[in-house]
């Protein structure tokens, strides 16, 4: 029995000094500070023929995530400024990345040379030395522990750079977005979002886009790495059709654009696994505010979906839906305010266009999803119900539907600004 008790003290004893160097590791991490002066941390980069005006932040802020996938992380602090980003910069694990109050980050749209132009995006998350490394990545298994934090007036202005993107982050886990002001996309999405886990994008507001009606681009747009859908392209990814895994999107702001947070293309029996849209706030959404498919118990709730009544009235949104979910299994749907949206919740039958599988994929409801369903605030609505594995036509297979009651149906809500 000593014996025993002796071993379990040493097995503790072990295990905390473990803690104990991994609590270290972490606190050991350092933090550098920049302005839009600064000078790469590694000079080498200043005898580039390349570094010019156009390119300077670029190599900077290369220049630090270089040296941090060599010691394993670290922080680096934007100084209150504009640093204007011409390709894309890669990020890996345990790197956090803070914008200060009036900190700017400009998409570049020249570098100033022959020998390279822009990139599309801003940032990847994918070590530098796996960045051009065919199929480095698969599953959940690629960079962990990365962060965008803002404070105060923290801006990603994409410049409506044509399919421009802020952030595409594939295979991830543990990633984080907070209070983030993202501006001016073209064509593209602020954050591409593939085949990671625990990802939480929070306190942020995402604005503008030139496109218009057709266009069905998400700010945040949830994928999957298959090459059939042809909604991916990092060529480092094994393109193997890994869903996303638990992601919340809380606090936001979404305004002026084809689409607030959705799904596109799917990929057969790859489901995205709770998806959590809470407290957000969209209006002047010119396609879906939310357009989900294949999502596994799905969370939406407390958020407010806006339109005015002559959005509402033109002819070319007669078909606009709140949250449109084709796929989906037991989604919770509760306590949203929907204000001149025509169509509130939809859940069409679907199949992909243009790429990808087009088996016919159909959504799961329960009796306490439709409950749920009841708890929504609905005023101003043209169609007052929810169609359940329907078509655009207003006919369902099965005819299954849930009727608003008039208690939930509040006409007198007045039009927000």
Request: include cysteine.
């Amino acid at each position: 029995m000593k014996k025993i008790i002796a071993l379990l003290f040493i097995c503790m004893a072990i295990f905390a000094v473990a803690g104990h160097e991994n609590t270290a590791e972490a606190a050991s991490k350092k933090v550098y500070k920049i302005t839009p002066s600064s000078k790469p941390v590694d000079p080498l980069f200043l005898r580039f023929s390349t570094y010019n005006k156009d390119t300077k932040h670029y190599y900077l802020l290369r220049s630090y995530l270089e040296k941090f996938e060599k010691e394993n992380g670290g922080t680096l602090v934007l100084k209150k400024g504009t640093y204007t980003i011409s390709n894309a910069l890669y990020i890996p694990s345990n790197v956090t990345i803070k914008l200060e109050n009036d900190a700017r980050l400009n998409k570049g749209t020249k570098t100033g040379t022959s020998q390279f132009k822009p990139s599309t995006s801003i940032f990847q998350l994918v070590r530098p030395s796996k960045a051009n490394k065919k199929g480095a990545y698969g599953k959940h298994n690629g960079e962990k522990n990365i962060q965008f934090i803002g404070s105060g007036k923290a801006t990603i202005d994409m410049k409506y750079f044509e399919k421009g993107i802020a952030i595409i982050m594939g295979h991830n886990q543990n990633v984080k977005v907070d209070n983030i002001d993202f501006q001016n996309i073209s064509n593209a999405h602020f954050i591409e979002m593939d085949a990671s886990k625990n990802v939480k994008v929070t306190n942020s507001s995402f604005k503008n886009s030139k496109d218009g009606y057709a266009s069905i681009k998400e700010a945040i747009n949830l994928d999957t790495p298959d090459r059939t859908t042809k909604g991916w392209s990092q060529e480092w990814s094994k393109f193997d059709r890994q869903a996303n895994d638990t992601v919340l999107i809380e606090g936001n702001t979404f305004y002026n654009l084809p689409r607030a947070i959705g799904t596109h293309k799917y990929s057969e029996k790859k489901l995205h696994k709770k998806v959590t849209i809470r407290d957000n706030k969209m209006s002047k959404i010119k396609r879906d505010y939310i357009r989900g498919l294949n999502w596994s118990q799905p969370v939406i709730e407390n958020n407010t979906f806006s339109m005015t009544k002559a959005e509402s009235n033109k002819e070319e949104n007669a078909l606009l839906r709140g949250v449109f979910l084709s796929g989906s299994y037991k989604p919770t749907i509760r306590e949203n305010n929907f204000n001149y949206i025509p169509r509130p919740i939809a859940f069409l039958k679907w199949q992909n266009t243009n790429g990808g599988t087009t088996k016919f994929i159909y959504s799961h409801i329960t009796k306490g999803n439709k409950a749920d369903f009841l708890t929504n605030h609905i005023s101003n609505a043209m169609f007052q119900k929810i169609l359940i594995n329907g078509y655009d036509n207003g006919e369902s297979d099965e005819l299954d539907q849930v009727e608003f009651p008039e208690s939930i149906l509040k006409p007198e809500l007045r039009e927000e600004e």
